[in-house]
C-alpha cells in the first residue's frame, strides 16, 4: 500500500529537485494532507506525521516540535501531538529526502490515514463522509502561524 502511495508522489519530488538544483534556500516545506476527517464523536485536534517509518525519515523533528509549541499559542484548548507512527508518505518526505526541512499536518493524534474509513473511495467527499470545515480551519491556522514564524520570527 505505502509503495503505491509513494508513486503518486512524484510530483513533489521533481518540484523539490527543480528548486535545489536551481539553488533555492527553502526554509521549511509545510505540507497540509488529510485535514479533514474526524471520527463521530472526535473534537478537532492538531497532528503532524512522526519523523520516521521504517527507518525512512519522513519529516524533520525540529520542525514538528516548533509547529506543535507555535500552533499551541493560537489555538488554546485544541488537542495537539503526533499521528500514528505507521503513517507514511506525503509531499513532505520528498523534500526532506532532498536535504530541506519539512513537515506534514495531520487530522487525528495517534492515526494513520487507513483509520479514516472514506480514504480513497468514492464516498471521501462533503456529502458522504465525516468531513470538518472546522478542523481544516483549524490546521491552516497551524500553518499560518508556523509559516509567520518564518517570515517575522519570534
Known sequence: YQRRVREFLLG??????????????????????????????????????????????????????????????YLKNIPMGYASPDICCSDQEAFVELGFPGISFFERIGKKYTDNPFYHSINDDLEHSAVSIHSIALVCKAVIATTSHFIWGN
Open 12 to 73: 513533489a519530488a521533481a518540484y523539490g529537485a527543480l528548486l535545489k538544483s536551481q539553488g533555492y534556500n527553502i526554509l521549511a516545506n509545510l505540507n497540509a494532507d488529510m485535514i479533514s476527517y474526524i471520527a463521530p464523536g472526535e473534537q478537532p485536534m492538531i497532528a503532524v506525521v512522526p519523523d520516521s517509518w521504517s527507518g525512512m525519515q519522513t519529516s524533520t523533528a525540529w520542525l514538528n516540535e516548533l509547529a506543535l509549541n507555535i500552533s499551541a499559542l
